[in-house]
Structure formats: structure tokens, C-alpha cells
């Protein structure tokens, strides 16, 4: 999942010149099991200087063509005939994909696991064992995790570059939730004159 986000970045930092395209085919795929996840199955044809290309590359990363719930909705969108921006490599125009973004679940995953590896590994607490330290960095990182499944669940299956503000905000939420549920929780040690300890709250 985070390698797939990393070679997703690559290839938008690739495909970086965009030009339009005509849609060839479109046709949604329905995988097994109980038919929730589709993948979108788009051939469409593209001219750079003067020379015609085809691709059916939908979006960057491993799984191009997407195959989770709502995968298929960008194929449901199109028909033959239809005109669509491409996004295309410069340096080699026959790289091209259409949804110039991220898929979600590359994002949400990697911050789920990158969040619950860097939560094991840098998150501490007091003494006690009750309270987190420093308290802002640990809220940073226990957010992540939340953010990943929110963002895995909630958006659309592609986060195009544009939009990326909308995980960082829910991210900042998140934050600010824990920093809320955690000032309820515990207060400041007394007289310790450090403010990123806590301890829990007596009754």
C-alpha cells in the first residue's frame, strides 16, 4: 500500500502534460465474490505533435484500472465518443492515464499503517502509563490511523491532486478531536511546569 502510493506519485509527476482525448470504449467490470468491487476497462485514443496514440491506462499506480467499491464509476460516466482529458509524459508521450490523482485506498492504508508502525515506535506516555508525552506529537500520530480509515471510507476512489487538502483537513480534525477527548481526560500535572505532561484526572 505505501509502495503503491509512492509509484502512484511517480507516475503523476511523469504524466505531467495533458492534452484531449476521444474515449474508444468504456465498460464497467464487476470482480466476484458479492459483485461490491468494479474496475473501469477505458481504451481511448490521444495526439501529441501530430501522432496519434491509444492507452487504457485509468489512473497511476499498480492496480491502473482500479478494482474496489466504486472503481467502476468513472467507465459508468463515459461512452464511446466522448471527449476527455488525457495527462501523458512528456518525455514519453505513450504514458498516459486519465484520473490525474491518487487512489484512495493507497492513501488511506499507508496512513493507517504508517500511523499504527509510528505509533508503536514514537508514542509515549507518562510514569504512570496513563497519559500521552509530548502530548501534541502524540496526537499528530494517533490521528493517523482515523485518517486513513475515514479517508479509505468517505472520499472518492480517486484523490486527484487538487483535492489533496481534504485528507490534511481531516487529519487537522482528527487532531483537534483527540486534543479535545484528551484535555477532558487529563490535566496538567501540578506545579511540574511542563506543559506536554499529563495525568489523569482525580476524581
Not at 474496475?39 to 501530430?50: A, H, L
Not at 501522432?51 to 497511476?60: D, K, L, M, Q, T
Not at 494517533?142 to 487538502?165: C, R, S, Y
Amino acid at each position: 500500500m505505501p509502495a503503491d502510493f509512492c509509484w502512484s506519485s511517480w507516475h503523476l509527476l511523469a504524466a505531467r502534460g495533458t492534452t484531449t482525448g476521444t474515449v474508444v470504449s468504456a465498460t464497467e467490470s464487476v470482480g466476484g465474490g458479492r459483485g461490491h468491487n468494479t474496475r473501469s476497462d477505458i481504451v481511448y485514443g490521444y495526439r501529441v505533435n501530430g501522432i496519434a496514440y491509444e492507452g487504457s491506462r485509468v489512473r497511476p499506480g499498480f492496480m491502473d484500472k482500479g478494482y474496489e467499491g466504486g472503481g467502476g464509476e468513472l467507465a459508468r460516466s463515459l461512452k464511446a465518443g466522448d471527449t476527455i482529458t488525457v495527462h501523458y509524459s512528456e518525455r514519453n508521450p505513450g504514458f498516459a492515464l486519465l484520473s490525474y490523482g491518487w487512489p484512495k485506498w493507497s492513501v488511506g492504508f499507508s496512513l493507517l499503517v504508517w500511523g499504527i508502525l509510528a505509533g508503536v515506535m514514537w508514542c509515549e506516555k507518562s510514569r504512570e502509563g496513563e497519559c500521552p508525552v509530548p502530548f501534541w506529537r502524540n496526537a499528530l500520530i494517533k490521528a493517523l490511523p482515523l485518517t486513513g480509515l475515514l479517508t479509505t471510507v468517505f472520499l472518492q476512489p480517486v484523490i486527484i491532486v487538487t483535492d489533496i487538502w481534504i485528507p490534511l483537513a481531516i487529519h487537522a480534525g482528527a487532531v483537534l478531536l483527540l486534543a479535545a477527548y484528551w484535555g477532558v481526560k487529563y490535566r496538567r500535572r501540578p506545579g511540574s511546569g511542563e506543559p506536554t505532561r499529563w495525568l489523569r484526572s482525580q476524581p
